[in-house]
């Protein structure tokens, strides 16, 4: 069965700082795909990024890098200089390679950040 | 374009009743996914549509819970006598493949129920 586990339930820094939200997924299928969502305060669940299982290379995005690494199943999310309006929720999913069920999202607990003046 | 939809944005009923949540997919998305939200269990599938196949209804959590999609667009996630514990956050997604591509989220329908 697939899990995504997410070990910070809170992390609180001071803008600008730098912050890594980890993440660390189980699954026994050779195709996967793992994802971040933001949600902030309003609720809603922001994509953010998708990453499938073959592709290995680092991603940045502005502000936001992504590592993915088969060796450890590991996919954690960096914010560099870190802003007030990245306080939010942050959660991890793995969905499988197939239709139905397999293609379902299973979500981490989420790890809420705080970021402050 | 329009994103995903979703009426009410907050509901509040009595145990016992019954409720209707609706889901407006992204126009052309053929895969619509419903979660639930909770406290407790965090976020959970629970219903699966993809094009006019049937539905996956592996995560729903009691026979009280059932959901239709009609004309292969709108959906309606229907909780029939309600319960305390089926208090929650019912969130809607679409795809527009099931599997490979990315889901999108709605704004979610805030369920309390009393």
């Known amino acids: 069965a697939q899990k995504v586990t997410q070990a910070q339930t809170e992390i609180s820094v001071v803008e600008k700082e730098d912050v890594t939200l980890d993440c660390v997924y189980e699954?026994?299928?050779?195709?996967?795909?793992l994802f971040w969502y933001k949600q902030p305060p309003s609720g809603e669940l922001v994509f953010l990024i998708r990453?499938?299982?073959?592709?290995?290379q680092n991603e940045i995005s502005g502000r936001y890098s992504w590592n993915f690494q088969k060796s450890t199943s590991s996919f954690n999310f960096t914010i560099t200089a870190s802003q007030v309006v990245d306080s939010a929720v942050y959660f991890c999913?793995?969905?499988?390679?197939?239709?139905?069920?397999?293609?379902?999202?299973?979500f981490g607990t989420g790890t809420r950040l705080q970021v402050t003046l | 374009g329009a994103g995903v939809s979703q009426s009410p944005s907050n509901k509040v009923t009595e145990k016992g009743k019954d409720v209707e949540l609706r889901c407006d997919p992204i126009s052309g998305h053929t895969a619509l996914y419903w979660y639930r939200q909770s406290l407790g269990q965090g976020l959970e599938f629970l219903i699966y549509?993809?094009?006019?196949?049937?539905?996956?209804k592996s995560g729903l959590p009691s026979d009280r819970f059932s959901a239709e999609r009609t004309g292969g667009s709108v959906s309606t996630l229907t909780i029939q006598r309600t319960q305390q514990e089926d208090s929650a956050v019912y969130l809607c997604?679409?795809?527009?493949?099931?599997?490979?591509?990315?889901?999108?989220f709605g704004p979610g329908t805030r369920l309390t129920v009393l």
């Open positions: 699954t026994r299928d050779t195709t996967y795909y």
């Open positions: 549509f993809q094009g006019n196949s049937a539905p996956d």
């Open positions: 999913a793995l969905s499988e390679e197939g239709t139905g069920t397999a293609s379902k999202l299973t």
């Open positions: 990453r499938n299982s073959f592709d290995e």
């Open positions: 997604a679409s795809s527009s493949d099931s599997g490979t591509d990315t889901q999108y």
